[in-house]
């Protein structure tokens, strides 16, 4: 039986459809590990630096972490015209060219979400800049174009109309009601469980009510300390959460493409959390979804979070 449902935070209707997902499917889902830690063509690999512009930060002698210039970058800065610019870095997440997604430790994500903020503090400065966007594509069906592990920071002189309607939403609702969206999604996620996938004094992990994809899970910062205001508790917390489920994930659902993407105010507010949303590909969109901009998803959230779940007291 199918169930039609809405998320309040974006404002998407999604088809949860479970007979769907018994459908018989041609496609090869491998857990080889391909282990070359070097590529001599690969522009992020130790030794071809060169190839890229000079990092902004580093992290580590030598280097961890690295963020450059994108050398392709998908915009560029022209603050004289009328037209969208900004700035595009390039977050080379480690050293070893085929490092897996479930390989990486937590003490490294710490750095690389380190990296994440000081960058971002930075790029802050310019007054120009409205809206900072962070994402990662996690292999080539997720739209990644080189395997070496890295994602991506994009700063934007204009705040996108999808995040500008959930940021006027989210404001209306706290002047006219003094409510928080984000507070009230958590207060009804512990209440009803069966999202939940871990928590600790930090954090909350769940599968949204109205997941765009299958198994897509929401790490939301439980108070209103915004991203880049984070304590070394809180990027160690943060770290945790994301090591945790990355490796629930390859444990239950193997190696497979998907993206992250990190939502976070440029201030620190009464009405916004950071939150991140892991996005597992293993479903494509097609024809309905396309045409009608109604998501179906083959696996309900409530059975996704029971297949995700960390038990775990840390």
């Known amino acids: 039986m199918s169930n039609y449902r809405r998320e309040v935070w974006n404002g998407k209707y999604v088809l949860i459809s479970e007979k769907r997902g018994d459908r ?3 496609f090869n889902n491998s857990n080889e590990k391909n282990n070359i830690s070097f590529k001599a063509d690969c522009p992020f690999c130790v030794g071809n630096e060169k ?5 902004i930060y580093e992290v580590g002698t030598p280097w961890i972490v ?4 994108n050398k392709y970058p998908c ?4 603050i004289n015209n009328d037209e969208i610019c900004g700035y595009h870095y390039v977050v080379v997440e480690s050293r ?14 710490y750095y690389i979400i380190k990296s994440y903020i000081t960058v971002c ?7 120009n800049i409205k809206y900072i966007q962070i994402f990662k594509n996690y292999k080539k069906e997720a739209g990644a174009s080189l395997s070496h592990p890295h994602s991506q920071i994009i700063a934007l002189n204009i705040i996108p109309e999808k995040i500008k309607r959930t940021i006027k939403y989210n404001h209306n609702l706290y002047v006219k009601q003094r409510k928080c969206l984000y507070c009230n999604i958590i207060k009804e996620e512990k209440r009803f469980k069966e999202r939940i ?3 600790n004094s930090k954090f909350i992990c769940f599968c949204s009510i109205a997941p765009i994809f299958s198994y897509e899970v929401t790490i939301m910062k439980k108070d209103h300390v915004g991203f880049l205001n984070f304590s070394t508790e809180d990027i160690e917390s943060l770290s945790y959460c994301i090591y945790k489920i990355q490796n629930k994930i390859f444990l239950e659902l193997g190696d497979i493409p998907l993206n992250i993407g990190f939502y976070f105010s440029k201030k620190d507010n009464n009405y916004s959390h950071f939150y991140l949303n892991i996005y597992p590909r293993i479903s494509r969109h ?8 109604i998501i179906q998803n083959s696996v309900s959230p409530e059975r996704a979070a029971k297949k995700l779940k960390i038990n775990d007291e840390k």
């Not at 190839?51 to 990092?55: G, I, M, P, V």
């Not at 690295?66 to 210039?69: F, H, L, Y």
């Open 24 to 26: 018989p499917y041609d």
């Open 51 to 55: 190839e890229s512009d000079n990092a």
């Open 66 to 69: 690295r963020v450059i210039p």
């Open 75 to 78: 915009i560029e800065y022209n």
């Open 96 to 109: 070893e060219h085929n490092k897996k997604l479930h390989e990486f430790t937590s003490e490294h994500i």
């Open 121 to 127: 503090r930075d790029i802050y400065k310019d007054n």
């Open 197 to 199: 996938i871990y928590e």
């Open 286 to 293: 097609a024809g309905f979804e396309i045409t009608t901009g």
